[in-house]
T-cell receptor, first 112, second 113 residues
């Protein structure tokens, strides 16, 4: 079983829709959870990070962590064409300064 | 806003040649990392560096790889004898405990011919 699994997509939605992304993981030692956005051939850009379980909201983005189910989610409200990118989940163990283990990324296309 | 920078943005080299990839981490960050992403694959951890020494490395980071912080600002990744399979995007990242996450540079695209 892969440590972090993420549906590769592509996920195509109309502009204004809610984008729902998720990752599952197998290692219960993960405590820090991040979402990065990556445009084609660019570096990962941090969107959200969460420690342990719970929800976190930042503007149009909401991140959720359910450690009991080993499942994390990212929701993007009022999606825009500029949100079209690959979204990567990443996780770390005891500290966010530990090595990050990434999912394979979900490609999202927001159509005008 | 402070950011991680990397040079060069692209590098083409012949198999067997040495390459040095350079990074300038965010100035008050203390932890530094290299990751790589082979085209179409996951971002993979290579090595982490703290207090002038390697704190963790992956199986990928074999004797052909080395890292160095030659001065107070630069952080380098050297590949001594490049192989075709080293062709990838290499990302530098840095971290400080005050903000609990790692910030990535734009990457260096390495092509080994």
């Amino acid at each position: 079983q892969k440590e972090v699994e993420q549906d590769p997509g592509p996920l195509s939605v109309p502009e204004g829709a809610i984008v729902s992304l998720n990752c599952t993981y197998s290692n219960s030692a993960f405590q820090y959870f991040m979402w990065y956005r990556q445009y084609s051939r660019k570096g990962p850009e941090l969107l959200m990070y969460t420690y342990s379980s719970g929800n976190k909201e930042d503007g149009r983005f909401t991140a959720q962590v359910d450690k009991s189910s080993k499942y994390i989610s990212l929701f993007i409200r009022d999606s825009q064409p500029s949100d079209s990118a690959t979204y990567l989940c990443a996780m770390a163990r005891k500290a966010a300064g530990n090595k990050l283990t990434f999912g394979g990324g979900t490609r999202v296309l927001v159509k005008p | 806003e402070p950011e991680v920078t990397q040079t060069p943005s692209h590098q083409v080299t012949q198999m067997g040649q040495e390459v040095i990839l350079r990074c300038v981490p965010i100035s008050n960050h203390l932890y530094f990392y290299w990751y790589r992403q082979i085209l179409g694959q996951k971002v993979e951890f290579l090595v982490s560096f703290y207090n002038n020494e390697i704190s963790e490395k992956s199986e990928i980071f074999d004797d052909q790889f080395s890292v160095e912080r030659p001065d107070g600002s630069n952080f380098t990744l050297k590949i001594r004898s490049t192989k075709l399979e080293d062709s990838a995007m290499y990302f530098c990242a840095s971290y400080v405990q005050i903000v609990e996450t790692q910030y990535f540079g734009p990457g260096t695209r390495l092509l080994v011919l």
